[in-house]
Each structure stands twice: as structure tokens, then as C-alpha cells.
């Protein structure tokens, strides 16, 4: 079994309630940027990469909702501005997490550039940011299975080395 800290498909939200951990295994779901907000200054969320993930996928989910009822601006501008003020948002419930910051600056310029491209549109500019978030959740899913791949092989060679009597681990919180 694996326990994944965050859920994301195709704009359905759900993160892992880490305010109920050890004894509790409980999904909130996250349907805004408010709402993202809300369980990132609560540490609901926690682990640096996790933050700015949980951040960016709450403000695809919120892009999804409009999109899905029909009200987001079919002006590219219009949906920069938008997603621009909600990534800013965002990063003031830590501001302190530079993996936060560093997304959201990521991602603000890539809007920009989508809303500067000849014939974008509202909808090309909030796809243009669905797809990069939703990338770094599969990104950081392949970091942190590289991270256990590396770990346990290191385990495995030096456990099974004659001269060590003893192997020490010392394990890093790595909560996303």
C-alpha cells in the first residue's frame, strides 16, 4: 500500500491532513486557491516541495471549476491578471517557502509569455498553467521515487558488505 500526500486528477483535489497524523489518515479536498491558502497557513500541508504543489494544484482545480461552468474570460490578459494576482496570493500563506515562491514566479512568468503569444486566448493562458502544475506533481512523484530507489540501494550494498557490522540511517523528513 502507499499512502500519497496529495491526489490531483484532472482538477479533483485531496490532500493528506497532516494535522491528523500519526493516528488518522484524513483527505480534505481542495477546491480554490482559498482554500489552498487556508491549508498551507494551517500546515494541514507540509514538506517544501508539497506547499508549492498543493498551491499551484488548488489554483488548477479553481481554473478547472471556471472553465467547467463556462466563466473564465476568453481575454488571454484578462486570465494572466487573474491567475497572476491568485499565484501572489498564495505565497503570502508562507512566505518564507522558497519552493513556493520559486513556482509561482515560475509560473507567472509562463502565463506571461502564453498571453503574449499570437492568438492566445483565456483558455490557452489557464491550460498553459494547468499543464505546468500538474507537471510538477508528476515531477516531484519521480524525484521522491528516484530519492527511495537511490536510498535502498545504498542500504542493500552496504548491508551486505562483509567489513560493516553495523550500517546507520538517518532518515530526512521528506512529507510531499
Excluded at 500546515?43 to 481554473?63: D, F, K, N, S, W
Aim: aromatic share 4%; glycine share 4%.
Amino acid at each position: 500500500m502507499t499512502l500519497q500526500a496529495i491526489k490531483y486528477d484532472n482538477g479533483h483535489l485531496t490532500i493528506l491532513d497532516q494535522l491528523c497524523l500519526p493516528h488518522v489518515a484524513k483527505f480534505v479536498p481542495i477546491r480554490s486557491a482559498e482554500e489552498g491558502w487556508h491549508a498551507i497557513k494551517e500546515m494541514r500541508v507540509r514538506g517544501a516541495p508539497a506547499i508549492a504543489i498543493v498551491a499551484m494544484l488548488a489554483l488548477a482545480a479553481e481554473l478547472h471549476t471556471l472553465i467547467a461552468h463556462n466563466k473564465l474570460s476568453p481575454v488571454a490578459e484578462e486570465v494572466q491578471v487573474f491567475i497572476v494576482e491568485k499565484l501572489r496570493y498564495l505565497v503570502t500563506s508562507r512566505p518564507t517557502a522558497v519552493n513556493l515562491s520559486d513556482a509561482a514566479r515560475k509560473l507567472e512568468l509562463l502565463v506571461a509569455a502564453q498571453a503574449r503569444e499570437r492568438g492566445s486566448t483565456g483558455h490557452s493562458v489557464a491550460t498553459a498553467f494547468l499543464r505546468a502544475a500538474e507537471q510538477m506533481l508528476t515531477n516531484d512523484l519521480n524525484d521522491n521515487k528516484k530519492i527511495g530507489h537511490y536510498g535502498a540501494k545504498w542500504i542493500i550494498e552496504n548491508i551486505l558488505r562483509p567489513e560493516k557490522q553495523k550500517v546507520n540511517i538517518l532518515t530526512h523528513c521528506n512529507t510531499g
